[in-house]
């Protein structure tokens, strides 16, 4: 990621001087995207926070990611899905219904076929758990903004012409503007305090791209030396459009403080016809 780039090699050591601190950065595939931006009118956030403990054999529990979901609840109305609800039928039901949508899972990579590559909802031996990159074309559009907070969601194999055969490049396709993503396999613990950071920016009315900035940063500041490690922090990326939360906070103040100046004029030109008169 262009985030970890040097720009001061002289003082490096006492103080790390990462691209990230001075810029944000965004990636996409196609140029038509370069200068678009939207904003996201629907606060709430679908969360998912699968359970693998039954599978640990063939999957690594992750201690984390029901914490990460719940974290979200600090900022934006959520319904998070856990353990045996975290599945691939509540995915498909709720997903038009909400703007953002959170995932944090297991991802599968396959690069000798990359429409198999899946996302993995908590195991049942009763109901599909994996959801393969080859459904993922077939979504209908639905959330402005997605985050992929799986191992690798952003990784793929490279085809001449089509650029990486992700998550991401299926989810842009389907109709999804913006995705969150990592590039390679994040840590569990570390992801729930990033995220963390990154929704408490999204509360701030930042763009996507912006808020991951700010959440890196933010994280920088309050990791010890080795959770410093690039390893840790500059995996995730913004791809896509910036969004944006609309608030509705915002406009509400707006229209009440145009509403108190017109009855202020109203009342100034009144005293003014009265001592006129």
Request: with cysteine; charged share 20%; glycine share 4%.
């Given at each position: 990621p262009f ?6 090699n002289?003082?490096?050591?006492a103080?790390p001087?990462y691209l ?6 965004g ?5 038509k995207l ?7 009118s ?11 403990k039954d599978?640990s ?8 990611n029901?914490e990460?979901?719940d974290n979200?609840?600090s900022y934006?109305?959520?319904k998070?899905l856990a353990d045996?609800k975290?599945?691939i039928?509540a ?12 995932l944090?899972?297991?991802a599968?990579i ?6 198999y590559s899946?996302?993995?909802f908590?195991p049942?031996q009763e109901?599909?758990f994996?959801?393969y ?8 559009p ?5 985050v992929?907070?799986?191992?690798n969601?952003g990784?793929g194999?490279?085809k001449?012409g ?12 389907s109709?999804?503007p913006?995705l969150?993503l990592t590039?390679?396999?994040?840590n569990?613990k570390?992801?729930?305090?990033l995220?963390?950071y990154f ?6 009315n ?8 700010q959440?890196k940063?933010e994280?920088l500041k ?15 990326i913004s791809?896509g459009?910036?969004?944006?939360i609309?608030d ?5 103040s707006y229209?009440f403080y145009?509403?108190?100046f017109?009855v ?6 009144s ?5 006129k008169?």
């Amino acid at each position: 990621p262009f985030e970890v780039l040097v720009t001061d090699n002289k003082n490096f050591t006492a103080k790390p001087s990462y691209l990230v601190f001075k810029n944000d950065i965004g990636y996409h595939y196609t140029s038509k995207l370069l200068d678009s931006d939207s904003q996201i009118s629907n606060n709430k956030i679908l969360a998912f926070a699968p359970n693998y403990k039954d599978n640990s054999d063939t999957y690594i529990d992750l201690k984390y990611n029901k914490e990460e979901v719940d974290n979200i609840r600090s900022y934006f109305p959520t319904k998070s899905l856990a353990d045996k609800k975290a599945n691939i039928s509540a995915f498909n039901k709720n997903y038009t219904k909400y703007d953002i949508i959170h995932l944090a899972m297991h991802a599968q990579i396959n690069n000798d076929n990359p429409a198999y590559s899946h996302l993995i909802f908590t195991p049942d031996q009763e109901d599909d758990f994996k959801l393969y990159t080859k459904d993922l074309y077939n979504l209908p559009p639905g959330p402005r903004h997605i985050v992929l907070s799986a191992c690798n969601s952003g990784s793929g194999s490279i085809k001449s012409g089509e650029g990486i055969m992700s998550f991401a490049r299926a989810l842009i396709i389907s109709g999804c503007p913006s995705l969150t993503l990592t590039l390679w396999t994040v840590n569990d613990k570390t992801s729930a305090e990033l995220m963390n950071y990154f929704y408490a920016n999204l509360e701030k009315n930042l763009s996507t791209q912006k808020v991951l900035q700010q959440a890196k940063i933010e994280y920088l500041k309050n990791a010890d030396p080795l959770k410093s490690h690039p390893y840790y922090w500059s995996g995730y990326i913004s791809m896509g459009e910036e969004q944006m939360i609309k608030d509705s906070k915002n406009g509400i103040s707006y229209v009440f403080y145009i509403l108190i100046f017109s009855v202020l004029i109203i009342v100034s030109i009144s005293i003014y016809k009265k001592r006129k008169a």
